[in-house]
């Protein structure tokens, strides 16, 4: 199958400063992408570079087939999207909004309608756009972006300002687009858990670089540790090694790679071997202790 | 493709109350200046406009003869005696107060400054409002190309600069309609009126009805307001803040009238748009504030700064990265 979204060593330099640097990927149909990092990383100018809103100093950009700078017109029609926040016309109703956009893609109005049903909005439809919360103003944008089927939606932290319900709705409603009408969805976020919950891949940028790229099995759900807190490190360090486990280890705290059902034995073997356990708990690894991991932070194999 | 990119211009003009605002103040000015007429002729209503015309000229002469007024005014004030003159030779009354004459006179006072300006708040932030709301990343994230988009807001820009200018002179004479005497379409006046050198020449006058000679005058006043909307256009372009952009086009609009007044010895001030716009008021018989500006050089001036200002605006549009 044809990738629908093809980046290549995507790079831009501004002044001296080098903002994004050597970024390529893939999107392939049917799938959630999630492009996860802390504010700051480079996710916006990534996004603004797949649009065509700025001009990647290297590399470049293909959607659908089509070179995102050399046919603009060809290539963004496959697109809908939201970059950073969804501003739209405050002084216009949230249907003039879209009649707007209907416009700029000649779509049929009743494009309108189905749009508004998907996010929900069809109430408040005639209102004017100021008068909406920011979560309105997010599930417009989503609407927006749908217009005319695009194959491939890009939506930078589409979860802000949304509320949990609205972020399980928006969800479910990404994963059917993708999984029933095989589009492909680009969502950045810098949140680990709502990426987990949403998304088929995962590429980690930092600062400017992607730090590693991959499925979310791979890359997040097998990173489940449990954390143990002892009195004696040393000792119960040597015990875990023994038994092959891969871990990390700080003055009084072990992290390991297991799953809870093997928590038990263990306890009791440090128990056996005379060393205090504390406390044995579930540790989901946040997202900055990856980033501190990836990028050379302290770790104990 | 292109007519729904200029609807949508349109539509966000209007609902940015941009367009109610210029009709607002022009109905504001327009009623103020037709309150100031209807006095002034019940006032004067039974004088002799011949007496008036004379007056006005012995007075005008005497100030020139006294010297002491820069050059400029000097200038005009001849011009202005040989044009009253002239009228008065022929017999015919210049400066009657009835509603086409104020409709013919707006085209004079307002082509300069007024309505540049109102064309200023139209056009200042047609392109710089997209960008300091954050909606160009929309807009330009759709398949239509740049140019397209910047193209539309062009044309936009120009039908409401000539909406504008049409709105003033219907307005002019609604309002000053049930003040004024309401005829006098084909009333005479003279046009042509040149000083080359210091010397005026008679020559080139020619004798028009009034409705011809007004529609001369707002062709004028069109020309140099399609110039203006260019030129406001590239300032939006050019700064993401729309109070940048606006403040900008006023202080260039209001800064260069001052100056070709001011400041004649400089003459490299004929360069300046802003001298070329009182294009009505040359044709009616005002000097330009520099001796070597003709009509040609005023037209073909304003073409210029126009056609680069659309240039750059374009070049700068077509290539430049969006950032929030």
Known sequence: MDPILVARHLTKVIGKRTIVEDVSFQLQPGEVFGFLGPNGAGKTTTIRMLVGLIKPTAGDVTICGFDVRRDFEKALRNVGCIVENPDLYRFMTGRENLEHFARMLSVDASEIERVAELVALAHRLDQRVGTYSLGMRQRLGIAQAMLGSPRLLVLDEPANGLDPAGIREIRELLRR????????VFVSSHLLGEVELMCDRVAIIHKGTLLREGSVADLISSRREMEFRVDDIAHASEIVRAKGLQFRADTDRLWISMEENDAPPLVAALAGEGIAVYHAQRHVETLEEMFLEATGGETVD | MFVPLVQNETLKIIRRKRFLIVMAILFAILSVITFAQSRQLRWRSNRNWRADIQQRISRMQEAVRRGRMNENWARYMRAETNRLQFYLDHDIEPDQPTAPLFVRAFANVAGFLLLPVLVAILGADIVSAEASEGTDKLLLTRPVRRWKVLASKLVTLWIFATLTLLCGALLAYIISAPFLPRGGWIAPTFTGFQIARGEFHLDGVRQLPLWKDTLIAYGLDW????????????????????????GTMLAALIGGTILTQVSPDWTTGKYLFVSALPLADYYTGRPPPYEEMSMVFCIALLAVWALVALIAAFAIYVRRDVFG
């Open chain 2, 223 to 246: 020309y140099a307001l399609l110039a203006v909307a260019a030129i406001a256009l590239a300032l939006s372009v050019l700064f993401r803040s729309s109070v940048a952009a606006i």
């Open chain 1, 177 to 184: 687009l993708a999984h029933d009408q095989q589009m492909a």
